[in-house]
């Protein structure tokens, strides 16, 4: 479904003419609160709304797990703990965040490829839950766990044969550096000795920044009938089924929110449908980008305005390297403008608008704010507010390019 041109994110924030408030307070006093621009500002109460909408209208078999990648910022994190039911880290470093952020070692689930020994054994010793890419990792686990003499908490995660279609990441179906290939998951758990290791569950995560209802709800069809079948197969009960999220949010004109209801119906047909195979068995959703990508704004001043035969550049004092996504260069194959506003420094009562190209202060052609979008007319001095930066911002994105000073980032 497209959305009707008019009804644009774009135009949505353009037509407020007043001042922009973000997290109860305007621009220049959170200017004032984080020292300059260019700075992110996180939304608290914006998030607790989102969360607690979403908890209210899935069905209540399923708990909420926030995978930090999408916004690791501290206080950020401390706030999530106490709001949703467990975490998704995908580091040594993220583990210790959310260790210290009061989150029981229980809901920690410890995913990604790669891990080296020395993050297994940091795993094992914090007891939480592994998520296991590969059949090294459990073997490495299982030493390590003897060595210490502690038992590793063990999940398989599993790279299934279906995908979740018209995902911005694909990350399920043929090959993948993720997970354990399905078909080889049913020898895994008839080799693996269950004294050694304490067996929690699958996790199936399939992709990221979907839209699209019906892919998700074919995608959640072929995971329950594959969580069914392995839990069938598995010599141990098990604790969880983590089925992963995908859910996206809207950043680019003609792109519509996802439609939760037809996934919510059928997920509560789902659990119906399977209610003897899940016995007292947890079922996992993991989001990240959808509980705080719209609760975040990344916010820069005008520091330079030139003309270059026929186009008008506004020059920025933040850009890529603090924005990588909004820029295009995170996995963006086509460049499109993220939901961009001009706010005045000071009130301006005109309604002068001009079509610009906002660029950052970095010496690349790659630096782009937003390219040829008509705006209210912008002065030096003025603020470009990037919205919908609530995730993968300043985490993603290279800090140190060009070595320009870092963003600030609060969470209110
Ligand atoms: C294993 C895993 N969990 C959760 C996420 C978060 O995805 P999103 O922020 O789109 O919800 C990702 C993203 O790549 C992931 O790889």
């Given amino acids: 479904m497209k959305n009707n041109p008019t009804n644009s994110l774009q135009d949505q924030i353009n037509k407020k003419n007043n001042e922009l408030i973000i997290a109860g307070l305007p621009l220049a006093h959170i200017e004032k609160l984080v020292g300059s621009t260019p700075f992110y500002v996180y939304d608290k ?5 989102k969360i607690s909408n979403l908890k209210t209208l899935l069905p209540k078999e399923i708990t909420l797990h926030y995978a930090i990648k999408a916004n690791p910022f501290p206080s950020l994190v401390h706030f999530m ?5 467990g975490f998704d880290v995908a580091s040594k470093k993220e583990m210790l965040l959310a260790m210290q952020s009061g989150m029981k070692k229980e809901h920690i689930c410890y995913a990604g490829p790669g891990k080296t020994h020395d993050d297994l054994q940091a795993a094992i010793i914090a007891g939480v839950t592994l998520h296991v890419e590969s059949t090294t990792e459990i073997e490495s686990a ?3 766990g003897k060595a210490l003499n502690l038992k590793p908490n063990i999940a398989i995660r599993v790279n ?5 279609k018209a995902s911005g990441m694909k990350m399920s179906g043929g090959a993948k550096p993720f997970g354990i290939d399905e078909e080889l998951v049913e020898n895994i758990l008839t080799d693996l000795n269950y004294q050694e290791i304490n067996f929690r569950g ?5 992709g990221s920044q979907n839209l699209n209802a019906q892919a998700i709800i074919d995608c959640h069809n072929n995971l329950f009938a594959l969580a069914a079948k392995l839990i069938k197969i598995t010599p141990v009960s098990i604790d969880y089924i983590n089925i992963g999220g995908g859910f996206g949010i809207p950043y680019f004109n003609n792109d519509s929110p996802l439609d939760l209801n037809p996934i919510i119906q059928n997920l509560e047909f789902l659990i119906k449908e399977y209610k003897q195979a899940f016995n007292n068995i947890e079922i996992i959703m993991e989001l990240g980008r959808y509980l705080v990508g719209e609760a975040g704004i990344y916010v820069s001043k005008v520091v330079d305005k030139k003309q270059s035969r026929g186009t008008t550049y506004l020059v920025c004092d933040g850009g890529l390297h603090h924005h990588l996504a909004n820029s295009g260069n995170f996995g963006q194959v086509i460049r499109k403008n993220y939901p961009v506003s001009i706010e005045k420094k000071k009130p301006d009562p005109t309604t002068n608008k001009e079509t610009v190209t906002i660029v950052g202060p970095l010496c690349t052609p790659l630096d782009i704010l937003a390219d040829k979008l008509t705006l209210p007319k912008a002065s030096i001095g003025d603020y470009v507010v990037v919205h919908q930066s609530g995730a993968y911002g300043a985490s993603a994105s290279p800090k140190d390019f060009l070595s320009q000073p870092d963003v600030y980032e609060i969470f209110i």
């Avoid at 109460?45 to 709304?49: C, G, L, P, Y």
């Avoid at 299934?160 to 979740?164: A, K, M, Q, S, T």
Wanted: zero cysteines; a neutral charge.
């Fill in 81 to 85: 703990s106490t709001v949703v039911n």
């Fill in 202 to 206: 699958f996790h199936i995560f399939s």
């Fill in 142 to 144: 299982i030493k390590l």
């Fill in 160 to 164: 299934p044969v279906f995908e979740l």
């Fill in 45 to 49: 109460q914006k998030i607790n709304d």
